[in-house]
């Protein structure tokens, strides 16, 4: 049996990453409030201050008022053609925390350590620094040095971050924001980048739907891209409006 009764696994998706909101709010609604969170780029973003004790909706208000999973503050080093910064700042200044392990809740974060090239699931140490790791989009954001080591989006090794939930957790969530979209208009170098990314993630997350007790993945997500920034409040009713549908397998 497991060490928690409940985990979640947050995916990643950018601006859709507000869905992840909306799902949370109607989860609580039917009385499942994770013990554990495990996330990745956008997932890990609102699982950091859901793991703080913010409530979906005063994440929601946070993300959307500091324009988080909007791309922004253009420059050209050379390592990225857009910064993050700010983010790791804001983080801590809200959830008070400087540690991953000073959270109130569990939150296992996944990297992708792109010097030694392989996945890791960090669950300790500067929470701002790690959070950025995971959400740096190759080619598009710097890579973050920590440890000496180089480090970049999660999703580009594991995009729905189940494994490091099993064999902890009774029963396992995973939110999965990132459908495959068809037919994508591609007018510029930042949705040409993400759109290769995405492509390169998307076949893993089929399989990954027997790995959980619960697999939700919101329906009209194909409808908002990446880096529709514009849609917060749409965002958090569609993932709301759908979870709150859904049933709970091991509550029958």
């Known amino acids: 049996m497991g060490k928690y009764k409940t985990g979640i696994a947050l995916g990643g998706g950018g601006a859709r990453g507000f869905a992840h909101l909306g799902i949370m709010k109607a989860l609580q609604e039917k009385g499942v409030y994770p013990d554990i969170f495990s996330g990745v780029s956008a997932g890990a973003i609102a699982g950091?201050?859901?793991?703080?004790?913010?409530?979906?909706?005063?994440?929601?208000?946070?993300?959307?008022?500091?324009?988080?999973?909007?791309?922004?503050?253009?420059?050209i080093p050379k390592t990225g053609l857009l910064s993050l910064e700010g983010l790791k700042e804001i983080i801590e200044k809200h959830t008070k925390a400087k540690d991953i392990q000073?959270?109130?809740?569990?939150?296992?974060?996944?990297?992708?350590?792109?010097?030694?090239?392989?996945?890791?699931?960090?669950?300790?140490?500067?929470?701002?620094?790690?959070?950025?790791a995971s959400c740096s989009i190759p080619i598009l954001f710097a890579p973050v040095e920590i440890g000496g080591k180089l480090y970049v989006d999660g999703g580009l090794f594991d995009n729905l971050p189940i494994k490091p939930l099993q064999n902890k957790c009774e029963h396992i969530i995973a939110a999965n924001i990132s459908p495959l979209l068809k037919n994508v208009e591609l007018d510029g170098l930042v949705q040409i980048?993400?759109?290769?990314?995405?492509?390169?993630?998307?076949s893993k997350i089929e399989?990954?739907?027997?790995?959980?007790?619960?697999?939700?993945?919101?329906?009209?997500?194909?409808?908002?891209?990446?880096?529709a920034v514009g849609h917060a409040d749409e965002l958090f009713e569609l993932g709301y409006k759908f979870a709150r549908k859904l049933s709970i397998p091991w509550e029958k």
């Open 48 to 75: 950091v201050f859901l793991a703080a004790g913010f409530s979906p909706e005063e994440t929601h208000d946070i993300l959307k008022e500091n324009g988080f999973f909007k791309y922004s503050r253009v420059h």
């Open 102 to 132: 000073d959270l109130k809740h569990p939150l296992i974060v996944t990297v992708s350590n792109i010097t030694d090239g392989h996945v890791e699931y960090i669950d300790r140490g500067n929470v701002g620094e790690t959070i950025l």
């Open 193 to 202: 980048a993400t759109r290769i990314f995405h492509l390169s993630i998307g």
């Open 207 to 227: 399989q990954k739907k027997d790995q959980c007790d619960l697999f939700i993945e919101p329906e009209g997500l194909r409808d908002y891209h990446t880096l």
